[in-house]
């Protein structure tokens, strides 16, 4: 019995003095953490998706505080968790228009197939057997490897085969722009309404062999927009989000529904005939100028 009780003794012994010399351990060795840390975290999505190129929300917060990282680095916190954290660092919040992703790919069923891909589902996967199934190597493949990577349910592949973002949804945390092989999604302006859903740099001739929905860079929408909003570049139109109005003028011209939203055949015949009646006024106003200014030269010398 005293042998136990002894045995007993001298382990409690023992661990109190490695517990004595964890502890002192732990003072003479503790990191100082900055206060701040936490509370930056706890401003941030807690979603880890990465999106801000580090290693989840802790790696982000890190990063914040060091400065390597700006204060919005968390998409998905939004201009509410950036203000809080600009609180904690004692800075000001940054200002700027909410931005989400856009697919700019409008093909799927519009697209003409190489072949029929019997693989693994994943984007990248098909892009590795002779270029990807699809006819237009600059189009959505749509096995969705961009709706994995969302963490938000805000990105889905649609009854067409083309990827589509809900953006009431995004965060604009970047996931699905990092994980799309043809690096078709892009930032837009959550405000924006109008847009160029083709990224095929091709020539009007070889576009038109592969989807019905190619942009021909006919210039049509260029020549129409009132505010120089969208041009012709590299054989694609593309749009100027600063200088767009949502004005819509260059969907109903648009020969191939290469813009969206897409004008409906009745909206695009009802904007042909105001077109039409706008250039007979113009014209019908330049001959009547012109009658007028004959009218003023040949009374001229009778005055004198």
């Known amino acids: 019995m005293n042998t136990i009780l002894y045995a007993v003794l001298i382990l409690g012994a023992i661990a109190v003095i490695f517990g004595l010399i ?59 968790g950036a203000a809080k954290i600009a609180a ?3 800075l000001t919040a940054p200002t ?32 590795k057997v002779a ?18 990577a969302c963490k938000f349910d805000a990105i889905h592949i649609n009854d067409r085969g083309v990827a589509e973002v ?3 949804k995004c965060t604009n945390c970047g996931a699905c722009r990092e994980a799309c092989p043809r690096k078709l999604i892009v930032e837009v302006p959550y405000k924006q309404k109008v847009f160029v859903n083709c ?44 200088k767009c109005k949502n004005c819509k003028m260059c969907t109903k011209v648009c020969p191939r529904n290469a813009i969206e939203p897409i004008a409906t055949p009745e909206e695009k015949e009802k904007f ?19 009658a007028e200014e004959a009218a003023a030269a040949a009374s001229a010398p009778a005055a004198q």
């Open 131 to 148: 270029g990807g199934p699809t006819a237009c190597q600059f189009g959505c493949l749509g096995f969705g490897e961009c709706v994995k």
């Open 166 to 168: 809900d953006k009431e």
């Open 199 to 242: 990224s095929n740099k091709e020539r009007g001739p070889a576009v038109t062999k592969v989807c019905a929905n190619s942009c021909i860079a006919c210039g049509m929408c260029e020549r129409t927009c009132k505010f120089d909003a969208i041009h012709v570049v590299n054989n694609v139109a593309v749009i100027d989000y600063a």
């Open 88 to 90: 904690i660092m004692g």
């Open 22 to 80: 964890l502890a002192f351990a732990a003072k003479i060795f503790e990191v100082k953490v900055d206060p701040r840390l936490p509370e930056i975290q706890a401003s941030l999505a807690g979603a880890n998706c990465g999106g801000c190129g580090y290693p989840g929300c802790a790696g982000c917060a890190e990063a914040i505080l060091s400065g390597k990282a700006p204060i919005n680095a968390c998409a998905p916190a939004g201009a509410e």
């Open 272 to 290: 042909k005939a105001a077109q039409k009646a706008a250039a007979e006024r113009a014209k019908e106003q330049a001959a009547k100028k012109a």
């Open 96 to 127: 700027g228009d909410k931005q989400v992703a856009h697919v700019i790919c409008n093909g799927g069923d519009a697209c003409n197939r190489n072949y029929e891909y019997v693989g693994v589902p994943s984007c990248l996967a098909a892009t």
